[in-house]
């Protein structure tokens, strides 16, 4: 919150008109005159900027009064567990880019979207409570060379962020209330700069949440896709020359035992 421009601008033409009558009828006015009517001026221009300070911040934080006053209902202490899920399969398929693309196409049917895509790797987000669905569905399109699923459970940094956020609101409303009760500029202005402070700490605070909200609301998975390559034939072995040589004699050797 700053006192807006066209205000100080008022203030301040208030201020300057006031010296340019004093001025002007110096010939009549005392040394006395000429102070308290600047002193006067002086304590008018403080008082009309204290009022729009105070105009400001009642426009500006009645969203952030109402906030604070209903604490209770903002940050709710939650009862599940909150888990970070993150899947990774990794299969063979008969054509890598057809597959990606049969694979692309499920992210929607599963509640999520397609975060990242390329001819051998794709990374869906689909809904945390749909994961075994959507990996069953993926599977089917090849043959499994690997698969694991990973949990991250992330509740207790939830509760702490939102244990931070109901001090940092309460400390807030405390602040708007002194600021309601500043008797000069100054101290209006000291109450302005803490309450800069704590809405960063708060929107800080409340972007975390957030963020782990949806880590938790949509699971990961990350395919990983290669070609199945079919097996050779095996050919068949011929003997050179020596195998040849060898063989006959085996053979004649095995003959005359036999006859024998």
Same mark, same amino acid.
């Given at each position: 919150?700053?006192?807006?421009?066209?205000?100080?601008?008022? *203030? =301040?033409?208030?201020?300057?008109?006031?010296?340019?009558?004093?001025?002007?009828?110096?010939? #009549?006015?005392?040394?006395?005159?000429?102070?308290? @009517?600047?002193?006067?001026?002086?304590?008018?221009?403080? @008082?009309?900027?204290?009022?729009?300070?105070?105009?400001?911040?009642?426009?500006?934080?009645?969203?952030?009064?109402?906030?604070?006053?209903?604490?209770?209902?903002? *940050?709710?202490?939650?009862?599940?567990?909150?888990?970070?899920?993150?899947?990774? *399969?990794?299969?063979?398929?008969?054509?890598?880019?057809?597959?990606?693309?049969?694979?692309?196409?499920?992210? @929607?049917?599963?509640?999520?979207?397609?975060?990242?895509?390329?001819?051998?790797?794709?990374?869906?987000?689909?809904?945390?409570?749909?994961?075994?669905?959507?990996?069953?569905?993926?599977?089917?399109?090849?043959?499994?060379?690997? #698969?694991?699923?990973?949990?991250?459970?992330?509740?207790?940094?939830?509760?702490?962020?939102?244990?931070? =956020?109901?001090?940092?609101?309460?400390?807030?409303?405390?602040?708007?209330?002194?600021?309601?009760?500043?008797?000069?500029?100054?101290?209006?202005?000291?109450?302005?700069?803490?309450?800069?402070?704590?809405?960063? *700490?708060?929107?800080?605070? #409340?972007?975390?949440?957030?963020?782990?909200?949806?880590?938790?609301?949509?699971?990961?998975?990350?395919?990983?896709?290669? #070609?199945?390559?079919?097996?050779?034939?095996?050919?068949?072995?011929?003997?050179?020359?020596?195998?040849?040589?060898?063989?006959?004699?085996?053979?004649?050797?095995?003959?005359?035992?036999?006859?024998?």
């Amino acid at each position: 919150m700053r006192i807006s421009g066209t205000y100080l601008t008022l *203030v =301040l033409s208030l201020f300057f008109m006031g010296i340019s009558a004093i001025g002007c009828s110096g010939s #009549k006015s005392s040394s006395a005159q000429y102070d308290a @009517q600047m002193h006067a001026n002086s304590i008018r221009a403080e @008082q009309m900027m204290l009022a729009e300070s105070r105009r400001m911040a009642s426009e500006s934080g009645n969203a952030r009064m109402r906030e604070s006053a209903n604490i209770s209902n903002t *940050v709710q202490p939650t009862s599940e567990r909150l888990i970070i899920y993150n899947a990774n *399969v990794r299969m063979g398929v008969d054509l890598p880019d057809s597959a990606s693309v049969k694979i692309a196409a499920l992210a @929607q049917e599963f509640g999520g979207y397609v975060q990242e895509s390329g001819n051998t790797t794709i990374t869906l987000r689909v809904q945390a409570d749909l994961l075994h669905d959507a990996l069953e569905k993926i599977t089917a399109f090849g043959i499994i060379d690997q #698969k694991n699923i990973r949990g991250q459970d992330v509740t207790d940094q939830y509760s702490d962020l939102g244990i931070r =956020l109901e001090n940092a609101l309460r400390s807030r409303a405390r602040y708007l209330e002194l600021l309601d009760r500043a008797e000069n500029v100054s101290e209006a202005l000291q109450v302005e700069r803490e309450l800069e402070r704590l809405n960063g *700490v708060i929107d800080q605070l #409340k972007g975390q949440m957030n963020r782990l909200e949806n880590l938790t609301a949509l699971a990961t998975i990350q395919v990983s896709l290669y #070609k199945i390559t079919e097996p050779e034939p095996e050919r068949e072995l011929r003997p050179g020359i020596l195998g040849y040589v060898g063989l006959g004699i085996y053979r004649g050797v095995r003959w005359l035992f036999v006859r024998g």
